[in-house]
C-alpha cells in the first residue's frame, strides 16, 4: 500500500529522517514508535507529501508519488498540532474541510453526519470549538482528515494532552477505521497505544528505524525475560542466600519462565505475601535497542 525506499531529510546540519526504508500493507494500522525529535513527525509529512525527502522515494500504491494532487483525496491526516479552527463550530469546519476536497450537496451533509457520529460530537456540533475541552478539539482534528472519506489515513500523535476519556474514544475511532478496511499510519511514544493499536511497529530514534514487525515478534526478539518481584513470608535459610534476595525477603529474579519458577519456589516450601510479575513490554524493546527508556 505504501513504500517507502531509502528515504533521507535533512534540516540543515540535522538529519531528522535516516536511510528509512519500509512497507505498509493495506488495511493494517501501522505504528511508528519513538521519543520526542525521533523523526516520526517528519516521516509523516514526507508520507502525506507536505514535504519532499531529500533522496529516496515514497510510492502510494495506485496512486504513485504523495505529492501528486491527484492522490490527494484519497490521503487523510490529522497532525499533532491541532489545524481546526476554534473560531468556527464542530459543523462548520466539516464543512469547509469536506468542501475543500471537493465534497458538494448531499455528499457533503452524508459525511459531516458521519463524522460528527464517529467523533462523538453530534449533541455538540453547533458549539463554538474555542468552548469545547482539548480531547473534544483532539476528536474533531481527527475527523477533518476523515471528512472526505480517504483510504490511507496518517495521525501524528493524536492523544498528546487529553484525558483518559477522550483518549479511549479516539482509540474507538481508530479501531472503527480499521473495521472499515482503512490503512491507519499512527505516530506515538506511548507504548501501550502502540501495543493496544497497531498491528505492526516501527521503531525509530535519531531518524533511524531500529526495527519493523508485529508486537509479539518484537517482544520475543527483544523484550528480554519477565521479572518476578515477590515478597517472601519466613522463607528458608538456603532461600535467603539465593542472589536475588534482598533483605532477607524480597525476592527479585528475572524468568522466560515465570510461573514454573514461582511453583518449584513454593514446592520448596517458600510462602509469598506478594507477587509480581512484570512482563516485558515495549517500553522493554526500545530499551534494550537503544540503550535508554523510551521517554528519557
Known amino acids: 500500500m505504501i ?36 523523526g516520526k513527525s517528519t516521516a509523516i509529512n514526507m508520507m502525506v507529501g507536505a514535504i519532499a525527502p531529500d533522496s529516496g522515494s515514497i510510492t502510494l500504491e495506485n496512486l ?91 495521525l501524528d500523535e493524536p492523544t498528546v494532552g487529553v484525558d483518559p476519556q477522550s483518549r479511549n474514544a479516539i482509540f474507538d475511532q481508530i479501531e472503527m477505521l480499521k473495521k472499515l478496511g482503512r490503512t491507519v499510519i499512527y505516530t506515538t511514544h506511548y507504548m501501550e497505544e502502540a501495543q493496544r493499536l497497531c498491528d505492526r511497529v516501527a521503531i ?42 534482598r533483605d532477607g525477603l524480597t525476592l527479585r529474579f528475572e524468568s522466560n519462565q515465570p510461573f514454573a519458577d514461582v511453583l518449584a519456589l513454593q514446592a520448596q516450601g517458600v510462602s509469598f505475601s506478594e507477587l509480581h510479575i512484570e512482563r516485558p513490554d515495549l517500553e522493554s524493546v526500545f530499551l534494550n535497542l537503544t540503550g535508554r527508556r523510551l521517554r528519557d
Open 3 to 38: 513504500s517507502v525506499n531509502n528515504v533521507t531529510k535533512r534540516f540543515g546540519q540535522i538529519t531528522a529522517v535516516d536511510n528509512v526504508s519500509l512497507e505498509v500493507k493495506k488495511g493494517e494500522i501501522f505504528g511508528l514508535l519513538g521519543p520526542n525529535g525521533a
Open 64 to 154: 504513485g508519488n504523495p505529492r501528486q494532487p491527484s492522490a490527494r483525496n484519497h490521503i487523510g491526516a490529522a497532525p499533532q498540532a491541532l489545524a481546526i479552527y476554534e473560531e468556527l463550530t464542530a459543523e462548520e469546519n466539516l464543512r469547509f474541510f469536506g468542501s475543500m476536497y471537493g465534497l458538494r450537496g448531499a455528499n457533503l451533509k452524508s459525511r459531516v453526519e458521519w463524522s460528527l457520529e464517529l467523533s462523538g460530537l453530534l449533541d455538540r456540533r453547533k458549539d463554538i470549538v474555542s468552548k469545547y475541552s482539548g480531547g473534544m478539539k483532539r476528536r474533531l482534528n481527527i475527523v477533518c482528515g476523515l471528512v472526505h472519506d480517504p483510504q490511507i489515513v496518517f
Open 204 to 245: 525509530i530514534d535519531h531518524g533511524k528505524i531500529l526495527d519493523i514487525d508485529t508486537v509479539k515478534n518484537l517482544l520475543a526478539r527483544h523484550g528480554g525475560e519477565a521479572v518476578v518481584i515477590a515478597q517472601m513470608e519466613s522463607p528458608p535459610a538456603e532461600t535467603i542466600k539465593l542472589p536475588g534476595v
